[in-house]
């Protein structure tokens, strides 16, 4: 019973104190007309996102948001004022990696 009681408690503070994904501010550094993926450069990398909905990004728009992570996130186009709704297909790559991935989803 202790053992039970002891693994519940654990469990429960683990999902309660786990911290929030933190906001990420990043800029829009490549996109390929006609394509859904789009890279923004970030203070530490560069994320591969693709657009879902909500407001289409422009090359240098300033994207914020909890999107260093995977799965979908709705996040603000801060230049435009408008939500996005993306899919983190990756992040906190180089740029040489980050320009591949791009150019390999966008073929």
Known sequence: MYALTSILVAIVMTTT???????????VYRRISGCDYFIVETRSGFD????????????????????????????LDETADQSIHIYT??????KTSALEKLVDKCE
């Open 17 to 27: 104190l786990a911290p929030p994904s933190a906001s990420v501010r990043g800029t």
């Open 48 to 75: 591969l996102l693709e657009w879902y909905g909500g407001h289409d990004p422009d090359k240098d728009d300033i994207i914020v948001g909890p999107y260093e992570s995977y799965g979908f996130h709705d996040v």
């Open 89 to 94: 297909e990756n992040y906190l790559l180089s």
